[in-house]
């Protein structure tokens, strides 16, 4: 397409956005002038403009036309049409609801055409619109096209992966059925990237419903085993860089994670086998020095250390496995020490490798302080949240406190609720607790969200050992010149509820508090405000000595007229308040707050929001159980698969063999409406057409004699049974035939009534076009009968049907593409132009009827071979009709011109 | 499964884009945004892994292109790392010694190779031959389809 070279190097040539913008703008309206336009834009310009538009689509700009003829596009006859139309289509359309039906349409036509490269366009336009629209018209189709028998390759590939799509954005459209049986056992299949594709398509299925899928375990199993044993040839061209298959091991390891370890002791048996096996692998030296062995290798290294921490059962497997990823957070690759931080986090939620995991701890701090890499570090952190425990609690939050001050701004919200978590969690003294969390104020304020610093409130009021100490601490760190807002929320409600305990001491007696609070109101936003307003209230109550200055403040016009209303309301009622209740009734109003009711801590209930990587064992666990719920209820799926998918082997086999008897067997009988003509009185009678695609009836026929037919062809060889048929009373005396001028003995003499059977053999020593003769001579009645017909061997007859795809198709259409292999012949139809008729004739004709392979569904496609004692000959044909003319195009290529020619007049005589 | 696979310049030109769920078009500038310059941003030789929202985030560089993929939180990143790796290849294979410019200028042979390798996010042919003669086919059937359609009507 030199028009879309020429523009994008017009656009990759602008100076200045401006001028691309223009640009642009001038050739939209081109396009949209061209697409106005009274003229019909022939298909080659539609595509030209189309993906035009899909440039200037993809450099970021808007396109609102052109989906109209894209849809057009994919109805087209051309591939590169059709392809350029549904990537358009998978690029632009999400949501435009109103092309979907014809989108459908088109997607149907593609879906039945049984051409592979079709059919493939359409399965991947369907993935990736992915829309509901085209989930409902397509989750029945998709399935079964998946398991019939005679689906190629690459399309059940393309097949499981759309049903997963489906099975993703509408799971309520595709409903288990007698399809996954079959579909688990694709695991078997011979074709590695069936296996692979069917494997994804498994695990998320069963990750829906286990319960169906449970026979996948033992096939996984199976398979993995032989992945991992095999040698790294064996597996040819899915071998990457030296490591068999690792793209199926993974999915294989990751499918078996969505099971608990096989009850099955023997398969049990051999998984544990493949785990050591690939465990032992870690440790040979790499057979290749390129980083894609290594990567590849330790994928499958790294899934299956998953599956490992997933069973949680095997004690020395889960303890090699952390020697493993212990050795990796050394490895010199960064990508390496990465993962392994981020695999041990899940492997320290293990009973059984929790201590192992621990004796990395200085690795991981070290990690946490030298790594360059902040992605590095943050799971550094994660690591050490995760194998925090009592014992080491102090050291890890001392050092993830210390890592604070300088993290990076993108993970500190992060560090600082893990910080307050693991304080609470393993705080033996709370006083630790208090610190810690103050700490994190100093640090990092900013990133103390509100949960934190109400947790920290909760827990001091629940813990009367705490009160006092948290009181000194906040009136302390209340001192430094500039603190944190929510160490003024934290200092004033600690001090309104608590500030008695530490009123005792003159350095912090109830006035000097007082001022060192109201000394950061201003300084603070509205909530912080009305909160020491509160503080406040609660002072006149703990210290009555105070209560002319707060009442005095609570006066000031900036309060009691503040634009606020909430702080306004707060300054009056608190006035109020003190002025008219009697010392009883503040002391009941404003009493102590009563203990929070222990509940799961907002902090956690946070993270878990963040959902941070890897450290959030309960949902995983919460997952475990949703499957064993989901697994219990589901019924167990009937089990006849294997008896569905023998029934499938053999259609398939039906399918791929070729007839062995040609057109003998067809369903309709096309041939008999022909009126056999009565030819007593030519000398030498043609056979009549008709035997060009068949091979039994009768040949001649008068008053006297009926000359019967049956042949059979198989390649090079043919064996006709010729019958003589004495159609009168009376004996025919001295009865000859002979074949040229070889003489056939027959009986000379034929009983009235009765039949004579004559055998030939024939063998096709070269191709031919002149059939040979048949001479017959007899007396009846004391004349001498003459009678010569032409036997209907003809070079078709010689033909082996070839199937083949439409890629096969046409790399052999283009490799027979010399002018002199190609004869067409276009004329004029004799017969009425019915489908089925034509595919009859077809196919007697000898040749392979291609469903699927011309995109205009209405033509036919054929191939074969014509065997010759000495040669074969590829053959293809092909036969356009035009119902509106009555006509015919039909094109022969063969690799041998005379065999074009010959075929060529052979097979347009019969339609 | 892989959620969008995203092919930008060193300067943050974005030169191909695939994205295997739908996405809002106004959400999809924003990704793209975050992840050139989250991606830029990496300082050489850090680690070719990032954790962005829910998902994992798995990138190289391969001359002048950045290859950058999201990933669902369960999958194998190493693993990711050698699809990129294996798309390059095709592409190599294809253009032979593949640059920036084959890309621009053809893309949508980029797209339709992609398309052979991955589908819905997930790896659908993981072998070399088979996809690069799959490919080839697709583009020898295009120019026989060509001449194959192109005699005139009658």
Redesign the interface.
């Known amino acids: 397409m030199r028009g879309l ?1 020429v523009f ?1 190097s017009d656009i ?1 040539n602008c100076k200045s956005k401006e001028a691309e913008i223009k640009r642009i703008n001038k050739e939209l309206a081109n396009i949209r002038s061209k697409f106005k336009g009274d003229k019909a834009l022939d298909g080659y310009s539609k595509k030209k403009y189309v ?1 035009k538009l ?2 200037i689509f ?1 450099l ?1 700009h ?1 396109i609102d036309f052109g989906h109209m003829e894209a849809v057009n596009l994919l109805s087209s ?4 049409e059709k ?2 139309g549904y ?1 358009f289509i998978s ?1 632009l359309v ?2 435009n609801s109103d092309l979907i039906s014809l989108i459908n349409n088109a997607i149907k036509n593609d879906l039945s055409s049984r051409n592979p ?1 079709f059919m493939n366009l359409a ?2 336009c369907i ?5 509901r629209e085209m989930a409902e018209a397509f989750a029945a189709e998709v399935p079964r096209i998946l398991v019939a028998g005679d689906t190629m390759d ?1 399309v059940k ?2 097949a499981a ?2 049903l ?2 489906l099975n ?2 509408s799971p309520d459209l595709v409903p288990m059925g007698e399809w996954t049986a079959r579909v688990v056992h694709l695991l078997n299949d011979q074709h ?2 069936v296996v ?2 069917a494997t ?1 398509l498994i695990t998320t299925l069963a990750q829906k419903s286990p319960e169906d899928f449970k026979t996948s375990v033992s096939l996984a199993v199976a398979r993995l085993s032989r992945i991992v044993s095999s040698a790294s040839t064996d597996l ?3 071998t ?1 860089y030296f490591v068999a ?4 091991s ?1 999915k294989l390891l ?1 499918l078996l994670q969505c099971y608990p370890p096989p009850e099955d002791g023997a398969i049990r048996g051999r998984l544990t086998e493949c785990l050591e096996t690939i465990l032992n692998k870690a440790q040979e030296p790499p057979k290749s020095k390129k980083v ?1 062995h290594s ?2 290798k ?2 499958v290294l ?2 299956a250390i998953s599956l490992i921490i997933h069973h949680d059962s095997e004690p020395t497997l889960l303890v090699r496995a952390c020697n493993q990823l212990g050795q990796f957070l050394q490895h010199r690759e ?2 390496l ?3 392994a931080l981020e695999s041990m986090c899940t492997l320290a939620s293990s009973e059984f490798s929790h201590e192992a995991v621990k004796t990395h701890i200085e690795t991981v701090i070290n990690a946490l302080k030298s790594e ?2 902040v ?2 570090r ?1 799971r550094a952190v994660d690591l050490l949240y995760a194998m925090c425990d009592r014992s080491n609690a102090k050291q890890i939050v001392a050092e993830m406190l210390s890592y604070l001050e300088t993290a990076d701004y993108s993970i500190r919200e992060e560090i600082v609720l893990k910080v307050a978590i693991l304080a609470e969690k393993y705080a033996v003294d709370y006083t630790w607790y208090v610190d810690t969390i103050l700490n994190l104020i100093r640090f990092a304020g900013d990133y103390v969200s509100d949960e934190v610093w109400y947790r920290v409130i909760q827990i001091v009021i629940n813990r009367d050992e705490v009160q006092g100490y948290a009181a000194k601490t906040v009136f302390e760190a209340l001192q430094a010149p500039a603190c944190h807002e929510n160490l003024v929320k934290v200092g004033g409600y600690i001090l309104g509820e608590f500030g008695n305990l530490i009123a005792g001491d003159s350095r912090s007696s109830p006035l000097i508090q007082f001022d060192l609070l109201h000394s950061k109101f201003h300084l603070c936003s509205v909530p912080t405000r009305a909160l020491l307003l509160s503080a406040y209230i609660k002072f006149i109550n703990l210290f009555p000595e105070v209560k002319g200055t707060i009442q005095e403040v609570l006066r000031s016009d900036s309060q009691l007229r503040n634009a606020d209303v909430e702080l306004q309301q707060r300054a009056v009622e608190y006035l109020r308040l003190s002025c008219i209740a009697s010392t009883d009734i503040l002391a009941t109003v404003l009493e102590e707050m009563p203990p929070f009711p222990e509940r799961e801590s907002s902090i956690l209930a946070k993270l878990k929001k963040k ?1 941070g ?1 890897g450290n959030l064992h309960p949902d995983l666990d919460e997952n475990r159980k949703e499957r064993s719920v989901n697994g219990g209820t589901v019924a167990a799926s009937p089990t006849p698969s294997t008896d569905l998918l023998g029934l499938g082997s053999t259609i398939a086999t039906q399918n791929s063999a070729p007839p062995v008897s040609k057109g003998t067997s067809l369903l309709v009988d096309v041939f008999s409406e022909n009126i056999i003509p009565d030819m007593r009185c030519l000398p030498l009678a043609p056979f009549p057409s008709r035997f060009v695609c068949k091979n039994n009836g009768v040949l001649y026929e008068n008053q006297l004699l009926q000359i019967g037919l049956k042949s059979e062809f198989r390649q090079n060889l043919g064996r006709m049974y010729v019958f003589f048929g004495n159609k009168t009373s009376t004996q025919f005396m001295n009865f000859a035939a002979s074949v040229f001028i070889l003489c056939i003995p027959a009986d000379p003499t034929v009983d009235g009534g009765a039949q004579l059977q004559q055998i030939l053999n024939i063998e096709c020593v070269s191709d031919f076009v002149d059939a040979p003769v048949l001479n017959i001579q007899f007396r009846y009645g004391g004349t001498l009968q003459n009678i010569a017909v032409k036997l209907p061997i003809t070079l078709n007859k010689f033909f082996q049907p070839t199937e083949m795809t ?2 096969d198709f ?2 052999r ?2 490799q027979l ?1 010399a002018p002199q292999q190609e004869v067409q012949k ?1 004329f004029k139809a004799k017969n009425s132009m019915d489908t089925e008729v034509t595919k009859a004739k077809i196919m007697g004709f000898g040749a392979a009827l291609l469903d699927g392979v011309d ?1 205009n569904p209405s033509n036919f496609v054929g191939a074969g071979v014509i065997h010759t004692k000495t040669t074969q000959v590829g053959c293809l044909l092909r036969l ?1 009709p ?1 119902t509106q ?1 009555q ?1 015919y ?1 039909l094109t022969l290529r063969t690799s041998r011109d005379t065999v074009s020619q010959r075929l060529c007049d052979l097979l347009s005589e019969q339609f | 499964m892989m959620h969008f696979l995203l092919l930008f310049s060193r300067q943050g030109k974005l030169r191909l884009q695939k994205w295997f769920t739908p996405v809002p078009e106004r959400e999809k500038k924003k990704i793209v945004r975050d992840m050139t310059t989250m991606v830029l941003g990496r300082k050489p030789r850090s680690c070719n892994f990032l954790h962005w929202k829910d998902l994992k985030i798995v990138y190289k560089k391969y001359a002048s292109l950045y290859f950058c993929c999201g990933l669902d939180a369960e999958e194998n990143e190493l693993l990711a790392l050698e699809v990129l790796h294996r798309y390059v290849e095709l592409l190599d294979k294809y253009f032979g010694n593949v640059c920036e410019l084959d890309i621009i200028f053809n893309f949508e042979k980029a797209y339709f190779i992609l398309d052979e390798f991955l589908l819905g996010g997930e790896v659908q042919e993981t072998s070399k031959q088979v996809l690069s003669r799959s490919i080839e086919a697709s583009d020898m059937l295009q120019e026989t389809m060509e001449e194959y359609m192109s005699k005139p009507a009658f």
């Open positions: 070279a994008i990759r993906c899909l440039f993809l970021g808007d006859n051309k591939y590169t392809q350029i990537l690029v999400n949501s490269t399965l991947h993935a990736n619109v992915g829309s690459s590939q393309s992966l759309c997963l799509r993703t954005t590695l990237g692979t594709a994804s040819q061209d899915y990457y298959a690792p793209w199926l993974v990751r894609q990567n590849a330790n994928a790294f899934e960064t990508n020490r990465y993962l360059r890499d992605s590095v943050q959902k990587p439409s890629q046409f790399q259409w283009k593409g276009i995109p356009e035009n003319a006509m195009r």
